[in-house]
């Protein structure tokens, strides 16, 4: 009889342990720039700036750059996620140290423009996040309020070089781009 209770309760507990258990919501990953290739280059990135590698995408330039790319297909659904998060290295002279500014802009299938704008980088490896809800900018608004993270439909990376303007190269190495962290919620049972 003990053998039965010590099991009965040893099941109780493992059922229990299910239904309260804890998960976080997956994270997304936009890119991880694995021979990445944009849909438009503008100033002052041009093809010859650019190096698309099976790791990273770099780009090696004079001045404020920036692309664009379509992500609606396949779809990226981040529902859920809180946070954007961006892996970069930047690298070039010492004059461009706390100078640059990756900028990633997500547009959603309404028009919504928010972009997360990271000025004032050091040279060196990153991984940078921001609030998906707490852009720098929100750029224009669609019909519907906010960014929806389910639609994602295009975006832009850009460097703004600010004082190191145009003075030298600089070189970021775009390595991966994804929507991160969510809200903790109760398994059903």
Request: with cysteine.
């Amino acid at each position: 009889m003990k053998m039965h209770i010590k099991w009965f309760a040893t099941a109780i507990a493992l059922v229990g342990g299910l239904v309260f258990t804890h998960h976080a919501s997956a994270d997304v990953t936009i890119t991880t720039f694995a021979n990445f290739k944009s849909d438009s280059l503008y100033p002052s990135w041009s093809p010859e700036t650019v190096n698309a590698t099976s790791t990273n995408y770099i780009i090696t330039a004079t001045g404020y750059g920036a692309n664009y790319k379509y992500i609606g297909f396949p779809k990226i659904d981040g529902s859920g996620c809180t946070n954007i998060e961006l892996d970069v290295t930047l690298s070039g002279p010492q004059a461009a140290d706390g100078e640059l500014g990756p900028i990633v802009t997500l547009i959603d299938a309404d028009g919504t423009t928010y972009s997360y704008c990271w000025y004032g980088q050091t040279l060196g490896h990153h991984v940078l996040t921001m609030p998906i809800n707490a852009p720098t900018l929100a750029e224009k608004a669609g019909s519907a309020p906010g960014l929806d993270l389910a639609n994602l439909q295009h975006m832009h990376l850009k460097l703004d070089p600010s004082q190191f303007g145009k003075t030298g190269d600089y070189t970021i190495a775009w390595n991966k781009l994804r929507l991160v962290g969510g809200e903790t919620k109760a398994a059903k049972p």
